[in-house]
């Protein structure tokens, strides 16, 4: 059985990002025995500059993307149903503001060196997209780092410093440098870019294809 590695190159406010993960993670379901993967997420910030209270959503979309609030209430939906197709919850009733995500990164790329990453990568996730947490806020960053089977003295004593700052920072310009501006983007075996929240389908297809393709 071959292993890919893919770099998950994402954002946990980023809902394209979610819905990508969960056909990621189907399509290597149905492939089971087949192919395995080992998944690195790396940092990506969708608002680098938020402060650390965040901004109101329809606020922020409307100076990011001129985006009305007939405009918003479509693109929620479509999100929701696409998700509820995946079993990805969106509570976009609970979720009113966006939130700086560096220190969130920062806890992602310690759970990268200690193993566990994708389950904090989910708790994430959920912890803002179906439950409406602040992923900015310290004690809460803790708290789903905690139940993610982390430990929760070592997560404030980072959140508390500066460590991995600069670990993320450097990955973030790496990624940047080699063209990626928008997320998810998904890079699998170093040099197989799949952009976007695809499909099952779409992930599955390139998958097999890239592991046909590999040597042994």
Not at 2 to 17: A, E, Q
Not at 165 to 184: L, Y
Request: charged fraction near 25%; hydrophobic fraction near 45%.
């Amino acid at each position: 059985m071959k292993t890919l590695r893919i770099d998950f190159v994402s954002d946990v406010v980023c809902p394209w990002c979610a819905i990508g993960l969960a056909s990621l993670e189907q399509a290597l379901q149905r492939m089971q025995g087949e192919v395995a993967a080992d998944i690195h997420f790396q940092p990506f910030e969708l608002n680098p500059q938020l402060p650390a209270e965040g901004e109101g959503i329809g606020e922020h979309l409307q100076r990011k993307y001129g985006m009305s609030e007939a405009q918003l209430a479509e693109n929620q939906e479509r999100i929701r149903a696409r998700g509820a197709e995946l079993g990805v919850v969106f509570d976009f009733n609970g979720r009113s503001r966006i939130f700086n995500t560096f220190d969130a990164h920062r806890l992602l790329h310690w759970a990268g060196v200690e193993g566990g990453q994708r389950e904090l990568k989910h708790a994430l996730l959920r912890a803002y997209f179906a439950e409406g947490r602040n992923v900015s806020d310290h004690a809460t960053l803790v708290d789903i780092a905690s139940a993610a089977g982390f430990d929760a003295a070592r997560a404030a004593a980072i959140l508390g410093s500066d460590e991995y700052a600069a670990d993320v920072r450097e990955a973030e310009q790496f990624f940047t440098r080699n063209g990626i501006n928008g997320v998810p983007a998904v890079i699998i075996e170093r040099k197989h870019l799949i952009s976007g929240g695809q499909p099952v389908e779409v992930f599955e297809r390139a998958l097999r294809e890239i592991a046909a393709g590999m040597p042994g």
